[in-house]
């Protein structure tokens, strides 16, 4: 596991020098920041540094426009590293997080992360979800060596974020759907260690909501914790698959597209949310389909594949990368015809799991709507119409086998689109 130290506590803030100099010595340090985090916490973090002898620069990226996880920011952040031997403290969430991670990881150094909200899993991750060349992808990266988060800050965080937070944790739900439907077609068996250290907080935080949407202390303390034991398990894993699904791979075409409301960019916590309650009423629908007469469905040719795939990315340096992911796992003819005999025999069981997994559709809606998340499309500024797209695109851009592709190569992927507007 890459992280060595964590710590989660009231008055952590206080001890940020004494962390850093266990964990790395009298290095000096680069705190990275924007607008927004460095007022919170900035003053804070830079004197306990300095307090015990640790010299501090300062990297601050403006609180608006709201800095990107792109190669540019990124490039941003690993020249200020370089102009010495300096180890980055990044205060701040997702995206902060991201740019130092693949910046620290660009220069082969440690970095250390002051969380200041509970709104991402990534704090604790291994990889940096980035936007190269305008394709959204996880490159490959170390995580944090320091995990420090002060509860009292958590708390006092904005309500939007501790819900992009929530959001963020209640997709492990359908993550882990997904991942027991790639399990039970032998694409990619659970690790049981993994899955228990995912689940098992997840189900506790759902039953905090109400809790949490009070910002009560534990409660809060709970969902960081969740987060990071996600963070946890993709370092184990160095694969995001124990916590994401589908509901990401939707969220990363709503990313690339960049998916804004009231001129700022929709969180990534908030655009998992909306992914997250599609997925699970996908779900739900099959419990009740009768896919038994799947095999006079049609499907498409490679060709035709694709032909719709280059329609559907404008950027021919992102199609291109599609393609080859779509390729990798088109099935066509006897291949296809075998893959859905296997899913028509596992729908029993499948279904099953799906009962035992999900919470149901409504409920879940109720709990992520208390805490403040967006529970519909209209609610991050788009339409029924642009998660259908979403759902389209999330379905080509990675390898890992979700309900989409379930849905895709039984032939019933229009009749997903359309059932999804019923949520």
Not at 190 to 211: A, C, E, F, N, S
Request: net charge negative.
């Amino acid at each position: 596991m890459d992280t060595k130290i964590s710590l989660v506590q009231n008055g952590a803030l206080q001890k940020v020098g004494p962390v850093f100099v266990e964990a790395f010595g009298h290095t000096p340090a680069l705190l990275i920041a924007d607008g927004n985090t460095q007022r919170v916490a900035g003053f804070a973090v830079a004197r306990s540094l300095e307090q015990v002898g640790i010299e501090v620069r300062q990297l601050v990226f403006p609180a608006t426009p709201q800095p990107y996880a792109d190669e540019h920011s990124i490039a941003q952040a690993r020249l200020s590293l370089g102009l010495d031997n300096s180890i980055a403290v990044v205060l701040g969430s997702g995206t902060l997080n991201d740019i130092t991670k693949r910046a620290s990881s660009e220069l082969d150094r440690p970095y250390m992360v002051v969380a200041t909200a509970p709104s991402v899993d990534g704090y604790t991750s291994y990889g940096a979800a980035v936007s190269i060349g305008g394709f959204k992808q996880t490159l490959p990266c170390a995580a944090p060596m320091v995990v420090l988060a002060d509860t009292q800050i958590l708390c006092e965080a904005p309500s939007a974020m501790i819900a992009s937070g929530f959001g963020d944790c209640m997709a492990k739900f359908t993550a882990g759907m997904d991942w027991i439907l790639a399990d039970l077609l032998g694409v990619q068996v659970i690790r049981d260690d993994v899955w228990t250290m995912v689940q098992k907080p997840l189900k506790q935080v759902y039953q905090q909501h109400q809790g949490i949407a009070k910002r009560e202390t534990r409660a809060i303390g709970q969902l960081f914790d969740a987060l990071s034991a996600s963070g946890f398990a993709m370092q184990i894993m160095h694969d995001s698959r124990p916590a994401s699904g589908a509901e990401h791979l939707i969220s990363h075409i709503w990313e690339m597209e960049h998916l804004s409301k009231d001129g700022l960019p929709v969180s990534h916590g908030f655009k998992v949310a909306v992914g997250t309650l599609a997925v699970a009423f996908l779900y739900e629908n099959l419990l009740a389909l009768d896919i038994s007469d799947c095999y006079g469905n049609p499907s498409e040719s490679w060709k035709e594949r694709e032909a719709a795939l280059k329609a559907f990315f404008a950027d021919e340096k992102v199609a291109s990368q599609s393609l080859v992911i779509a390729k990798s796992k088109f099935l066509e003819k006897e291949a296809l015809l075998d893959r859905r005999k296997q899913l028509i025999a596992l729908l029993p069981q499948l279904k099953e799991r799906i009962t035992s997994q999900l919470p149901p559709y409504q409920e879940l809606k109720h709990a992520m709507q208390l805490v403040g998340c967006p529970t519909h499309p209209r609610d991050i500024n788009a339409t029924l119409e642009d998660l259908k797209r979403a759902m389209v695109g999330a379905q080509m851009i990675r390898s890992r086998y979700t309900v989409l592709d379930l849905y895709y190569e039984l032939g019933l992927f229009d009749q997903a689109l359309l059932c999804i507007e019923g949520m």
